[in-house]
């Protein structure tokens, strides 16, 4: 019966990741089924750590933040818990062999939203790393399903994807980021006096992320391309719709993609996909 308990677990994870993000679900059910659940378990796993963090007011998330990095290890080395959204991530590590340093990068990061307000281009840079670029990277071993050797060749541009989402979050996110929890992720800025050439600056280096990105998912195996590439085209559609933005906008108002456009953006890329055209 252990694999009624693997489907509940796993379950859970897709729930977490439909009630979250609609965008990120809806790119999830265009990978090749193989591919879905292993997906839905990462998300699952770095949605509550991140909920830990940003949400749980009144609560010592540090301990929370600490319990659950223990019960993730725990689980990876027994290869079950009971908590099943950290069941079903021990099985797609395992299952794919991800590298544990990528976990580990990714709960420095979260530990650094527990203090820090203000970062550095060094903070600034490990930060987009273990908060997102290991991400991708995760899903990148899920996606090739063990073949090293593309890993490491497509390992940059995973890695470049993942820092162009959460450049784009940083952007989307400013209000609740800067307003409310009195963060700053973009170095030396303060956006009491954001200007269009501090905005313009940002947008230039989220774009080269784009473009490195855009050839990696070029490469990836039929199966993973048109999710990710429809994952990719909403962050763009977003981040376009940031750039037309002026720069006391973004600091009163959260930015969002109407769900007309993003069906427009899924059914040009289906087209696009049944022409051949990536």
Do not use: W
Request: charged fraction near 25%; proline fraction near 3%.
């Amino acid at each position: 019966m252990m694999h009624l308990f693997h489907d509940v677990s796993q379950e859970c994870s897709r729930t977490t990741t439909e009630r979250y993000s609609t965008s990120f679900s809806s790119a999830i059910r265009l990978l090749h089924e193989d591919l879905r659940q292993p997906i839905y378990n990462i998300y699952g796993f770095v949605r509550f750590a991140d909920e830990i963090v940003d949400t749980f007011h009144g609560h010592n998330k540090e301990a929370l933040l600490q319990n659950f990095r223990k019960e993730t290890y725990g689980a990876i080395r027994d290869r079950i818990s009971l908590n099943p959204i950290l069941h079903s991530f021990q099985l797609t590590v395992n299952k794919y062999n991800i590298d544990l340093h990528l976990v580990d990068a990714f709960f420095r990061s979260m530990e650094m939203d527990l203090d820090r307000k203000v970062y550095n281009q060094a903070g600034y840079n490990e930060y987009i790393y273990g908060s997102a670029e290991v991400v991708g990277l995760m899903c990148l071993y899920v996606f090739l399903d063990g073949n090293q050797q593309e890993y490491e060749r497509l390992r940059p541009h995973a890695r470049s994807l993942g820092a162009a989402f959460q450049k784009v979050n940083f952007l989307r996110d400013v209000k609740a980021d800067y307003a409310q929890l009195d963060r700053t992720y973009f170095p030396g800025l303060d956006f009491a006096n954001f200007t269009d050439q501090q905005k313009q600056e940002i947008e230039a280096d989220i774009q080269r992320d784009f473009d490195h990105a855009y050839e990696g998912i070029l490469e990836l195996p039929n199966r993973a391309r048109f999710g990710v590439y429809v994952a990719f085209k909403y962050y763009l559609s977003l981040f376009r719709k940031i750039k037309r933005m002026q720069p006391a906008r973004i600091l009163n108002e959260r930015v969002r993609i109407p769900d007309y456009h993003k069906a427009m953006i899924l059914l040009r890329a289906g087209v696009r996909n049944q022409l051949n055209l990536f």
